[in-house]
Structure formats: C-alpha cells, structure tokens
C-alpha cells in the first residue's frame, strides 16, 4: 500500500475512535446520574420511613402516658424505722394519679439517698399502677452531743441525724475524749460484744458510754446503777472476768450494793456503797 493510501485512512480511524469514546462516556454519565438517583431515592424512603416510624412511636407514648390504666393508684414502702410514709412520699414528690411511665426512677432513688437515715434505697415500676420502694435505714447505737444538740450515731460513733422528739428513741449517750485516737477501732468491738450478749448486762441496762484517753472503757449503767470500768487492752478476757464476777455477786444477792467495778489484766475490784 502506498504512503498516499495510508495517509487517507488515518483520519477515519480517528473519527471512529473519538465518536466511540464519546458514546462510552455518555453511557456511563446515564448510568451514574441513574445509580444516584436510585440512591436517592433510596435515602428518602429510608427518611420517609424513620419518620413514620418516630411519629408512630411519639404518638404511642403520648397515647401510653395520657392513659388512666398506667395512672399511679399505690405506694409500697418497705424498711422504714425511722422515716415515715408520709416523708417519703413528700419529699419525692409523689401522688396518686401521676402516670408511672413518666416517673424517672434514678432521680427517685437519688432524692431519698441523700436522706441521713438512708444506707441503700432501690425503687421500681410494677405494672401496671405501682411504685415499690425498698430501704435500708442506718443503724443507730448511741446518742453523741454536738455543740447544743443531741444526734444518733451509728457503730463508730458517727453523726446520723438530730434526736428530736418524733420517733424517737432512747440509746446511751457516747463520749469520746479528744485524746481517744483508737475510738473507731474500739467501739466496733464494745458494741458487737454488746450485740452478742457478752457483757452480763444489756443495750437497755446503759445510761452512757465514754472511752477514756487512759485506752479505758466507762459504762454507766441504770440497772444495776454503777459505774463500770474496764480496760480496753485485753477486752475479751476482761470481759469473761467481769462476767464471772458479776454472776457471782448476783447469786450472792449483792449486786444491788455495788457501786463501781473495775477491771484491768483481767483482775476485778469491787466497790459498794
């Protein structure tokens, strides 16, 4: 073939060539524009139906909450000693006839722990109409002066709250000298001896307690009235002499005469009136 010859056809070739790419990338503008419009479409029927699905929901609470079948018709409280109904209720704000779905249980519980008397509080929904609450008040050991006013304590000797005259309750009277470093270590013992029975008297039998910068341990009890001093050092085995003691003198009929006790490496001395 000659050069003139070839020369003729190049161009056609080249025409055939840019009309064919022109036509691929027409092609693949349609396909794209329809893929994003699929996805489009796509995407609005998933909104579509996310909104109607949150509409739904939105409209079955409102139907839910403004419903009488969920209004609340009773208030169980269980574990109070010190707290009355009546307290509680107020100071969570509750009343009857409050739907109970709109009742926001942790901040029901957080209101009532932050009440002095409370340790641990659960609350829950029972379905349909009712509240529970569950409580574990402190429990109190002593009577503790600070500045002008009276408070209980628990076992360690730590305020709870103010003695005043609803419920109230009578307990020894806590005194701790300044000096007294090892009262939260003592006390722990005092009163689980006290609550196991050790002691040959009882909870009702003490007027008062004061643990002594000397490691000292001073009851004050009304029945048999006398003063009782026992050392701290060997409490156990002080303890049982005591008891020994003590069991003796009250079969002897001679209990009643005596005014001060004293116990100290397990020696007991007696003092009457």
Request: charged fraction near 25%.
């Amino acid at each position: 073939m000659s050069l003139e010859a070839m020369a003729r056809k190049r161009p056609v070739s080249r025409v055939k060539s840019y009309r064919q790419n022109s036509s691929n990338v027409r092609q693949g503008l349609v396909e794209l524009v329809k893929a994003i419009f699929i996805l489009g479409l796509k995407i609005v029927a998933g909104l579509v139906f996310i909104a109607g699905i949150s509409l739904a929901l939105i409209y079955g609470y409102r139907l839910v909450t403004g419903s009488n079948y969920f209004a609340l018709k009773q208030i169980e409280i269980e574990g109070c000693k010190h707290l009355t109904y009546g307290e509680i209720t107020s100071s969570l704000g509750l009343n009857l006839g409050q739907n109970i779905l709109d009742l926001n249980i942790a901040e029901l519980q957080h209101k009532l722990s932050k009440k002095p008397w409370i340790k641990e509080v659960y609350v829950r929904r029972e379905l349909p109409d009712k509240i529970r609450i569950a409580i574990v008040e402190r429990q109190a050991y002593f009577w503790v002066k600070y500045g002008q006013k009276l408070f209980y304590a628990n076992r360690l000797g730590e305020r709870i709250a103010e003695v005043l005259p609803k419920n109230f309750i009578s307990l020894p009277v806590l005194y701790v000298d300044a000096q007294c470093t090892r009262a939260k270590e003592q006390l722990p013992i005092i009163v689980s001896l006290l609550d196991k029975k050790k002691f040959p008297f009882s909870w009702q039998d003490l007027a008062g307690i004061h643990l002594t910068s000397l490691n000292r341990m001073e009851a004050f009890l009304e029945k048999p009235r006398l003063k009782l001093s026992l050392d701290m050092d060997g409490i156990l085995e002080n303890v049982h002499k005591l008891s020994l003691v003590w069991k003796d003198l009250r079969n002897r009929g001679e209990l009643n005469k005596v005014n001060k006790i004293h116990v100290l490496n397990g020696q007991v001395w007696v003092g009457f009136r």
